[in-house]
């Protein structure tokens, strides 16, 4: 069946909504009224027979509630906006959903936390709210945790916090943990505790032909190893998570945050924590990061932020001589080393929601110690970074989380996520204010990439899929390497028309 893009729709029937009862009080449907074919009605049709059959909400644009429904967490991409938004209130309403666009041509793409760097949970088709299902139910004895398809990061918080049992996941509550743990999954626990999909043990799934299919070790074994990296947007719509949760440290953990200021303490500081993370104990979970901010008298070499964070689930005295190499660096503006409580440190790492704004992403993985020369000459790019406000600015960071023996103890294929046998993962990163001029996100970004060009002589072509990168030319290798061609087949059998699609999802044969 044909793909159906949105203007297309729209055309071949917006005339008739009115009779349907769907108005045509917005721009966007006066728009396609003006222009459809005066005695067609199949789009009309289709939106009401979509709209009786939901036992949730559909939205169209000038419903009260589509733009807060269809406005994603990254607003770069806040001008792509969905046919409609249907507000999905259980699974069946997701079979639905698919069965819908399967019956009309339409593509459909799923929102849970809306946080796609690349915007990938956009859409002009079929926007399919899965926000509903988020609820997280954990079984206290064995650490069993069963979570909606939508369930955030902060509801797997509220319901483990202060207890026994903890998901590693990420460190944005409002992100979607479905989302993190098929791409992966990683943050402040990973190295002692692996990625949110090394916990998983069972998912459930709505494929292309609209059936559901429960996933395991044992059922749709292929599709399952999937799941485990091979990121969202490519083989249906996950409606539930079965994960086995970790047990939580008793003892305290260690905590440190230092803070230095300056071009050279950037490159001082991202030398020692690229060493230091060679051999770090699973342990140690930490980062560095150096981010341009305004220029002052002192010039842009001055105007630079240094910062490394991060916490120890072991003896705070192990954490001390670690920390050594840091913590002769130049001179701290800020000097935090002191035992803490598991909880208390997650509550201390734990990030809100914040206000909408524009931001980019694009990483690299490293698995051997990066020259002292090149990590000086991305500093020097640094303070050449185009934007240098509060809102507007770039940073380079490089995630201690990805290596140890923990991530190491499961091979390359053995699930989808192929990235074991790294030391660490950096990401030069850009945030603009939603409403800066297009110029100051593409300046932005182009030198994001001037960053990892820097860094490619010297590492291997890997990058994070939950960080995907439009501008990536050669995404198929740099996300799944060796895994590719066997996601590739999955692909085919489980959606052989390529209904869930995107920019960068797995293609068929």
């Not at 349907?20 to 728009?31: D, S």
């Not at 395991?216 to 079965?242: E, K, P, V």
């Not at 010039?299 to 932020?305: L, S, V, Y």
């Not at 809102?391 to 140890?404: A, F, R, T």
Request: charged share 20%; hydrophobic share 40%; with cysteine.
């Amino acid at each position: 069946m044909p793909r159906m893009n949105r203007r297309r729709f729209l055309q071949s029937g917006a005339a008739a909504l009115l009779g349907l009862g769907i108005g045509l009080r917005g721009p966007l449907l006066k728009e396609a009224c003006a222009q459809a074919f005066p005695v067609a009605t199949t789009a009309a049709r289709a939106l009401a027979d979509l709209r009786h059959r939901l036992n949730g909400t559909l939205m169209l644009p000038d419903d009260s509630g589509y733009s807060a429904a269809s406005t994603p967490a990254n607003g770069r991409y806040r001008n792509i906006l969905p046919i409609a938004v249907a507000r999905c209130a259980d699974e069946a309403d997701v079979v639905t959903c698919v069965q819908w666009c399967n019956e009309n041509g339409v593509s459909p793409v799923a929102r849970g936390g809306g946080h796609s760097y690349a915007g990938f949970s956009t859409t002009t088709g079929l926007l399919v709210d899965l926000r509903r299902l988020n609820a997280v139910h954990l079984d206290k004895k064995t650490g069993v945790a069963v979570a909606g398809g939508a369930a955030l990061n902060n509801d797997f918080f509220v319901a483990s916090e202060d207890g026994d049992w903890f998901l590693p996941g990420g460190t944005c509550l409002g992100v979607g943990v479905g989302g993190l743990c098929l791409g992966g999954g990683i943050g402040y626990n990973t190295h002692w505790a692996g990625l949110t999909c090394d916990r998983l043990t069972a998912s459930r799934i709505v494929i292309a032909s609209g059936a559901i299919l429960d996933l395991d070790a044992s059922n749709n074994s292929d599709l399952f190893w999937a799941c485990r990296g091979g990121a969202g947007g490519s083989f249906g719509f996950n409606t539930q998570f079965t994960f086995d949760l970790v047990k939580v440290p008793i003892t305290t953990i260690g905590w440190y945050r230092f803070e230095w200021r300056g071009a050279d303490a950037a490159v001082a500081v991202l030398t020692a924590f690229d060493q230091m993370m060679q051999s770090a104990p699973a342990a140690l979970n930490a980062v560095a990061m150096a981010q341009a901010s305004a220029v002052g008298p002192d010039g842009p070499r001055a105007a630079i932020d240094v910062m490394s964070r991060g916490q120890y689930i072991g003896p705070f005295d192990e954490l001390q001589e670690l920390l050594r190499p840091l913590a002769k660096i130049g001179t701290l503006t800020m000097h935090t080393l002191e035992e803490t409580r598991f909880w208390d440190t997650q509550r201390l790492i734990a990030t809100a929601e914040p206000v909408i704004h524009a931001f980019g992403d694009i990483s690299r993985y490293a698995n051997k110690p990066i020259p002292d020369a090149v990590i000086a000459e991305m500093v020097d790019l640094l303070t050449t970074c185009p934007s240098r406000s509060d809102d507007n600015n770039g940073s380079i960071w490089s995630l201690g989380w990805v290596g140890g023996d923990v991530m190491n103890a499961i091979g390359r294929t053995e699930t989808a996520y192929v990235h074991r046998g790294v030391t660490t993962l950096y990401r030069p990163t850009t945030v603009w204010s939603d409403d800066a001029p297009e110029s100051v996100g593409n300046d932005l970004n182009a030198w994001s990439e001037s960053i990892i060009d820097t860094l490619k002589p010297h590492t291997p072509e890997e990058s994070y899929q939950n960080f995907p990168n439009r501008s990536l030319q050669n995404w198929q290798e740099l996300y799944y390497a060796e895994n590719f061609d066997r996601l590739v087949a999955i692909k085919t059998k489980y959606d052989p028309n390529n209904l869930f699609n995107n920019p960068q999802s797995i293609p068929i044969r």
